[in-house]
Nanobody, 116 residues
Framework: QVQFVESGGDLVQPGGSLRLSCTAS????????MSWYRQAPGKERGLVASISPTGGNTNYVTAVWGRFTISRDNAKNTVDLQMNSLKPEDTAVYYC?????????WGRGTQVTVSS
């Protein structure tokens, strides 16, 4: 049974930092690429960052480049998203996703709110 435990979402002031964590179980974590997506109210869910199965390759959308860092620990089945210099437009529900070929699994999401 595939399960994700996402944590770290919170209310933070602009300019602040948060670290999201996603712990997976029920599949061979090290075989899957991992991603973080986000969905703001009234908007479609979109990719934020991704990391290859070994962690050797990472990708970011332009909006978060230089502010967010994705990382993974295959020994602990975790993928993290370090978010710095947060902006109000980063407010969204953040989801982790595991992908291997045509197979994908989604977490339930964690709320990040950036507001003064």
């Amino acid at each position: 049974q595939v399960q994700f435990v996402e944590s770290g979402g919170d209310l933070v002031q602009p300019g602040g930092s948060l670290r999201l964590s996603c712990t997976a179980s029920g599949f061979t974590f090290s075989n899957y690429g991992m991603s973080w997506y986000r969905q703001a109210p009234g908007k479609e869910r979109g990719l934020v960052a991704s990391i290859s199965p070994t962690g050797g390759n990472t990708n970011y959308v332009t909006a978060v480049w230089g502010r967010f860092t994705i990382s993974r620990d295959n020994a602990k089945n975790t993928v993290d998203l370090q978010m710095n210099s947060l902006k109000p437009e980063d407010t969204a529900v953040y989801y982790c996703k595991a992908t291997a070929g045509l197979i994908s699994y989604w977490g339930r999401g964690t709320q990040v709110t950036v507001s003064s």
